[in-house]
């Protein structure tokens, strides 16, 4: 099927996108679920308290869907899937542990951080819990080459949260910086979610690479939107919780974009602001009213959907399914948040 043919096709609503992907993934998310509560399990009690306070929090799991989306696309599933699904779960809920004790965050999913409660030091050391868990699964699959695919995800997330955190509050960072940022702590992992969802399908290797540059991009659309989300979305409209972002000195697009074309003064106005943990709604509301002036969030969301659009062309070559015409709308979903 050619590209232009299925980029025709016509997008579905994003709300009956990801309730398309709930709908077609229930089984095998069933399952899923059931083996991430058997494997947060301890006999330290606070390891499954910690761990269960963010696995019950009410993520979409969207990575682990996607994983089993993926194996569903081809017809030789024959149930590392699941333990694929799981792992990737317990890999994303492992780097939230520790992104919220590096970024000290108070909330995420809208109910108080795990370090807020249990403290920092419970907060990384169940994180690791969460990735020994991911890897044992993948050792009990015994597929050695998917093992492979999700370690080195592992390693290049944790290179990019490192880089990320040197960039913090970095006038200098250009938007090719925050492009191998992005790529390297939330793409990758999509990359792999998808991929090893392909292998466990029995994907051939175009097949495979198609899956894993379509979870790639889907990823950079994914944390293009979350970064405009923060600033109340395209219409940076503020509501509770925006700019934490800013206050917490990450460089992203929005920010990097309105340094390049901000007058000395707007410069002045971002940059007392940025990695200013005590910066309040009028400082907030100040930067996004720059942003709006030189259309950041828009050019930023502009990029989002250049990559979505290039997610959805990945999946030209694949036959024609049912799963495949799901996948296709998970882009829209992913993008129309921010509207």
Not at 143 to 168: H, N, R, T
Not at 197 to 212: I, N, Q, V, Y
Request: hydrophobic fraction near 45%; charge should be negative; aromatic fraction near 4%.
């Amino acid at each position: 099927m050619a590209v232009e043919t299925l980029a025709q096709r016509p997008v579905t609503d994003a709300a009956q996108a990801i309730d398309h992907l709930i709908a077609a993934t229930r089984e095998g998310m069933e399952a899923v679920n059931r083996l991430i509560l058997s494997r947060s399990e301890s006999p330290v009690d606070m390891v499954p308290e910690v761990a269960n306070h963010l696995l019950e929090s009410g993520g979409k799991r969207l990575r682990p869907m996607l994983t089993i989306a993926a194996s569903q696309t081809f017809e030789q599933a024959g149930g590392n899937e699941i333990r694929f699904a799981a792992a990737v779960e317990f890999m994303h809920n492992a780097t939230l542990l520790h992104d919220d004790v590096v970024d000290e965050s108070t909330m995420r999913r809208g109910v108080p951080a795990a370090r807020t409660i249990w403290g920092n030091q419970a907060s990384v050391l169940v994180g690791d819990f969460l990735l020994g868990q991911a890897f044992l699964m993948m050792v009990e699959s015994k597929d050695l080459e998917a093992l492979g695919v999700l370690a080195k995800a592992a390693s290049v997330i944790a290179e990019g949260e490192v880089f990320q955190l040197a960039k913090a509050g970095d006038l200098e960072t250009t938007a090719a910086d925050y492009e191998k940022i992005i790529h390297a702590k939330t793409a990758t992992l999509f990359e792999a979610a998808t991929e090893v969802g392909a292998m466990a399908g029995g994907a051939d290797p175009a097949a495979r690479k198609a899956l894993a540059t379509y979870g790639r991009e889907l990823g950079m659309a994914f944390q293009l939107v979350d970064d405009v989300l923060d600033y109340g979305g395209a219409r940076g409209t503020l509501g509770k919780n925006t700019g934490d972002d800013l206050r917490e000195g990450k460089m992203t697009l929005p920010v990097i974009l309105a340094l390049a074309a901000g007058t000395a003064a707007e410069k002045a106005a971002i940059a007392a602001a940025l990695g200013n943990p005590d910066a309040g709604e009028k400082e907030v509301e100040a930067v996004v009213s720059i942003f709006g002036h030189h259309d950041t969030l828009r050019a930023t969301m502009d990029k989002a959907e250049r990559h979505a659009e290039a997610a959805r062309a990945a999946l030209a070559s694949l036959p024609a399914s049912l799963e495949r015409d799901i996948l296709f709308d998970v882009p829209e979903f992913c993008t129309q948040r921010a509207y």
